[in-house]
């Protein structure tokens, strides 16, 4: 999806992003977006996190994400909110100085164990693998959300770039 290069501006109480970070944004709400109701509901957030942002929040942070848009708890989210609430999690975390380079070092490893046929890319089976060896209990419906999305190419595998991509949304390898 490319680097977010987020400036915020404080004086004025917002947040703002070039064109290239806006339309990302747009995308990722549209993404999101599954009834193309131009909002978003409770349960489309919560499987947007999961499967187009990679995340998997507890009930504690999406009441935190949902305090941050300003609403209750299972209103539905418009798209300036959403921006807002995803600009601020992007800046967070760039504060909070995420290793990146320690990061896709762990997951080269991660995807070179999991490549059971040492092909160069994980076919669907090697990715449910992997995601279980997580910890975490994804459904079917999940893992395919987030593979097919992940599958660029949509040759049934994922190379190392289009794995790469579901963790580190920004990180360019070469």
Known sequence: ??????????SKGCTKVNAKDERIVKELFTA?????SGVLSDKELKMGLR????LNPTETEMKQIYKEMGVKQGQE??????????????ERAKEKGFDREAEAKTLKRAFEVFDKNC?????????????????EQYTEQEIDCVFNAADTQ???KLDYNEFI??????????
Do not use: A, H, P, W
């Not at 999101?32 to 193309?36: G, P, T």
């Open 1 to 10: 999806m490319g680097t977010m290069r987020v400036r915020s501006y404080q």
């Open 32 to 36: 999101m977006d599954k009834d193309k």
């Open 51 to 54: 499967c187009v942002l990679g």
């Open 77 to 90: 989210i418009d798209f300036n909110k959403f921006r807002e609430c995803l600009l601020k999690y992007v």
């Open 119 to 135: 092909d160069g890319g994980l076919d669907r089976c090697e990715f449910k693998m992997l995601l279980d060896s997580l910890g």
């Open 154 to 156: 949509k040759d049934g």
């Open 165 to 174: 991509r579901i963790f580190l949304k920004d990180i360019k390898m070469t």
